[in-house]
């Protein structure tokens, strides 16, 4: 039986390849396309930058960019939120968030090592409360800012030292290394860098119709019950416009209008707000002239052109059923 010449053995090896690099090219097309389609929209995600030239603070330890899913940055909102409303210093923001994004990766975890559970890994047999209670944000923040505010002149330790001291962890220096990006998001999240925040939504964009009363309900339980009773800030019917600022335009039943009170106190609420979006199906944010939505939220905060919207409310819009 005569031998199969070299080309012959090559030649169906090669038709293959062929055929494997052109349902490589059709996947690329395909995924191309389904960019164009969705408006160039990826998967969800939020991204706090820093200021371009640097800003009035001096910048954040010279990283640009700092990515996390819209879930996690949920979480640090609320940490941040409730470090607000016991009026606590940026650094202990920082240091809180570092220790979350070491122990949990801004996870809020039903397990861990041992008992261990939450946020910041808080044990229910070390004294640190019910399951139940360190698988609420609020309430684990809260315990762990009550341990860190004990630490004499903890603001002034390095953060890693500072953290170990609440965490007692087994890898005492393991929080250093997100002492930058936790720096990043902390100018955000605070309100310090306006604009820093963007949250995308995805192809799949925002999920069902939002709540007034959980919006309400989420506000109060971060930032404390009084974030909704300044005059003003009741505003089921806001004016159609961003601000909330008169003019005789039609009410929509779907507005909330929270006063800010001041610029950084704005920014820090429309960025909680872009944070919480997915998760309370925010359509519409405007602030200080300034506007997130989710149909257009790859674009992050964009110029508003409508008269009223450089008001000192924080105008949120949910989404509707037609919407979703």
């Known amino acids: 039986m005569p031998e199969t010449s070299t080309t012959s053995r090559e030649r169906p090896g090669r038709r293959f390849r062929a055929l494997a690099g052109f349902a490589v090219l059709l996947g690329i ?10 408006g160039g929209a990826g998967p969800a995600r939020c991204t706090v930058r820093a200021a371009v030239g640097g800003g009035e603070d001096g910048g954040d330890g010279g990283k640009a960019e700092y990515e ?40 809020n975890l039903s397990h861990g090592d041992r008992d261990s559970l939450g946020l ?19 309430y684990s ?13 903890y603001t002034e330790l390095p953060l890693t030292v500072a953290a170990q001291k609440v965490q007692r962890s087994g890898y005492p220096d393991a929080y250093a290394k997100h002492e930058t990006n936790a720096s990043l998001l902390t100018a955000a999240l605070t309100g310090r860098r306006a604009a820093a925040l963007n949250c995308t939504t995805g192809p799949e964009g925002v999920s069902g119709p939002g709540d007034l009363a959980e919006v309400r309900e989420k506000l109060m339980r971060d930032f404390g019950e ?3 009773t300044a005059p003003g800030s009741e505003a089921a019917g806001a004016e159609d416009g961003g601000a909330g600022s008169g003019g005789g335009r039609s009410k929509r039943p779907t507005d909330l209008a929270i006063p800010a009170g001041g610029k950084q106190r704005g920014w ?15 359509e519409r944010i405007s602030y200080a002239g300034r506007v997130w939505s989710a149909g257009l939220s790859e674009d992050g905060w964009r110029e508003s052109e409508e008269p009223g919207a450089g008001g000192s409310a924080v105008v949120l819009r949910l989404a509707t059923a037609a919407q979703s």
């Open 29 to 38: 097309a395909g995924y191309l396309v389904t960019q164009y389609v969705m």
């Open 68 to 107: 996390v899913p819209p879930a996690q940055a949920a979480n640090a909102a609320t940490i941040e939120a409730v470090a607000s409303v016991r009026q606590l210093p940026e650094q202990a923001v920082t240091i809180a968030l570092a220790t979350a994004m070491q122990e949990s990766g801004l996870r």
């Open 226 to 228: 009084d974030v909704l």
């Open 268 to 282: 820090e609420l429309a960025h909680w707000a872009v944070a919480h979006s997915a998760e309370l199906r925010i």
């Open 120 to 138: 910041f890994q808080q044990r229910p047999s070390q004294g640190w409360g019910t399951e139940e209670q360190i698988l609420d944000p609020v």
């Open 141 to 153: 923040a809260g315990k762990f800012y009550d341990h860190l505010v004990k630490i004499p002149d």
